[in-house]
């Protein structure tokens, strides 16, 4: 570690607090849909900081156990930045007991640590304290801090969120699963198909010709369909097949599950097309009728050349030693809400690893460096048009 970035990195009490304040999260389970206790747990964290928080009444549209929560921090001058993390984990396979080991936080039983997204959590949280210090100078700009339900079931929290409240116009949220520097320039259009194939019930071994096998329709469809990594931007997935009643009953139904993702919306609709078209088509040979249900999850976005978001998030990078790389990225986050309804906000990298897995894991070095980066956005918001 250089010197000059060795400054910039939070002091050894501050440092301290992140590591104990993110083991704290980790051990509230909040799975989309029960993010109550880790919504009462922050609230209580920063209003014992003197912080006003506002909860929306989100909870119900966005299928979660509490609602956003905002926390602004007024500046010295007027300008407003937007900072962003989601309160919500995947399910898990096992209780989280987060453990230091070799420098690195991982859960001691076999399942998710949840640092997606709480990592960036905890560095909200340690920001937000530092800043409410006593005698603490308030920042140049405004900082409102939100934290996000149900994100990991399509954005829904975001979604619901009213971005006319916010005095900021441009924003980040820290939920890329990849090295320090990177900024999502692109994120996806994602597609969900869920496809209902209706065969006809018939003993399997007294009449099977008088069935219609709505699993063999299914197989076939599967067989047919684009799967996988179509081109750099564009990928598709079958990941749920379900049907079926017993081994020895010709299958009447049988659901499968999928989804399409990509960059450019041409190439998402040609894939959608050549899916439906592949789906259709089984049913029809098997004899079988097929009902489809397509849903939007979230709509992808391109970053303009030149954006203030890009130029401050450059900046910030710059002066803790990483150089700002533009990526296209093959998930999406709360930024892909918030950019559809008119707030500048961009995904940046926070060094998470194998998210969504039982090895999930942030080094301590890290979990440090993506504080270092809320506070170095915060000092860099002052420089440019933020």
Request: hydrophobic share 45%; aromatic share 4%; charged share 20%.
């Given at each position: 570690?250089?010197?000059?970035?060795?400054?910039?990195?939070?002091?050894?009490?501050?440092?301290?607090?992140?590591?104990?304040?993110?083991?704290?999260?980790?051990?509230?389970?909040?799975?989309?849909?029960?993010?109550?206790?880790?919504?009462?747990?922050?609230?209580?964290?920063?209003?014992?900081?003197?912080?006003?928080?506002?909860?929306?009444?989100?909870?119900?549209?966005?299928?979660?156990?509490?609602?956003?929560?905002?926390?602004r921090i007024p500046g010295a001058g007027p300008g407003w930045l937007l900072l962003c993390a989601h309160m919500d984990t995947v399910p898990l396979t096992a209780p989280v007991e987060p453990v230091l080991?070799?420098?690195?936080?991982?859960?001691?039983?076999?399942?998710?640590?949840?640092?997606?997204?709480?990592?960036?959590?905890?560095?909200?949280?340690?920001?937000?304290?530092?800043?409410?210090?006593?005698?603490?100078?308030?920042?140049?700009?405004?900082?409102?801090?939100?934290?996000?339900?149900?994100?990991?079931?399509?954005?829904?929290?975001?979604?619901?969120?009213?971005?006319?409240?916010?005095?900021?116009?441009?924003?980040?949220?820290?939920?890329?699963?990849?090295?320090?520097?990177?900024?999502?320039?692109?994120?996806?259009?994602?597609?969900?198909?869920?496809?209902?194939?209706?065969?006809?019930?018939?003993?399997?071994?007294?009449?099977?010709?008088?069935?219609?096998?709505?699993i063999a329709a299914a197989a076939r469809a599967i067989a047919a369909m684009p799967q996988g990594r179509l081109d750099a931007d564009t990928t598709a997935n079958v990941g749920v097949i379900a049907g079926?009643?017993?081994?020895?009953?010709?299958?009447?139904?049988?659901?499968?599950?999928?989804?399409?993702?990509?960059?450019?919306?041409?190439?998402?609709?040609?894939?959608?097309?050549?899916?439906?078209?592949?789906?259709?088509?089984?049913?029809?040979?098997?004899?079988?009728?097929?009902?489809?249900?397509?849903?939007?999850?979230?709509?992808?976005?391109?970053?303009?050349?030149?954006?203030?978001?890009?130029?401050?998030?450059?900046?910030?990078?710059?002066?803790?030693?990483?150089?700002?790389?533009?990526?296209?990225?093959?998930?999406?986050?709360?930024?892909?809400?918030?950019?559809?309804?008119?707030?500048?906000?961009?995904?940046?990298?926070?060094?998470?690893?194998?998210?969504?897995?039982?090895?999930?894991?942030?080094?301590?070095?890290?979990?440090?460096?993506?504080?270092?980066?809320?506070?170095?956005?915060?000092?860099?918001?002052?420089?440019?048009?933020?």
């Amino acid at each position: 570690m250089t010197a000059a970035r060795s400054a910039t990195l939070p002091g050894p009490d501050a440092r301290a607090r992140l590591h104990d304040t993110f083991a704290a999260l980790c051990r509230i389970e909040s799975p989309t849909g029960h993010e109550r206790a880790c919504a009462d747990w922050i609230v209580r964290e920063l209003t014992a900081l003197g912080l006003r928080v506002i909860e929306d009444g989100a909870a119900t549209a966005a299928g979660a156990g509490a609602g956003n929560l905002l926390v602004r921090i007024p500046g010295a001058g007027p300008g407003w930045l937007l900072l962003c993390a989601h309160m919500d984990t995947v399910p898990l396979t096992a209780p989280v007991e987060p453990v230091l080991r070799e420098g690195v936080w991982e859960n001691a039983n076999a399942g998710i640590l949840g640092a997606d997204n709480k990592a960036a959590v905890a560095a909200l949280v340690e920001l937000a304290r530092e800043l409410s210090q006593p005698g603490a100078a308030p920042p140049a700009s405004g900082i409102e801090l939100l934290f996000t339900v149900s994100e990991e079931t399509g954005l829904n929290g975001a979604k619901a969120f009213d971005v006319a409240s916010l005095a900021s116009r441009v924003g980040f949220v820290f939920d890329q699963a990849s090295p320090f520097g990177e900024i999502v320039a692109a994120s996806p259009t994602h597609v969900g198909i869920v496809a209902r194939i209706r065969g006809r019930a018939a003993h399997a071994g007294l009449a099977p010709q008088d069935g219609r096998s709505a699993i063999a329709a299914a197989a076939r469809a599967i067989a047919a369909m684009p799967q996988g990594r179509l081109d750099a931007d564009t990928t598709a997935n079958v990941g749920v097949i379900a049907g079926g009643t017993a081994y020895n009953v010709v299958p009447a139904l049988c659901t499968l599950e999928a989804e399409v993702r990509g960059v450019e919306q041409g190439r998402v609709d040609a894939v959608l097309t050549e899916t439906i078209d592949a789906l259709q088509e089984a049913a029809d040979v098997a004899e079988c009728d097929l009902d489809l249900e397509i849903q939007q999850k979230f709509a992808g976005y391109r970053v303009r050349p030149g954006e203030p978001g890009v130029e401050l998030a450059g900046r910030a990078l710059r002066s803790l030693g990483h150089e700002p790389r533009l990526v296209h990225s093959g998930v999406g986050t709360d930024a892909n809400a918030f950019r559809a309804a008119g707030l500048q906000c961009i995904s940046l990298a926070n060094a998470t690893e194998h998210p969504h897995e039982p090895g999930e894991c942030v080094s301590a070095d890290a979990l440090e460096t993506g504080l270092a980066l809320a506070q170095a956005l915060v000092r860099e918001a002052a420089v440019g048009s933020a």
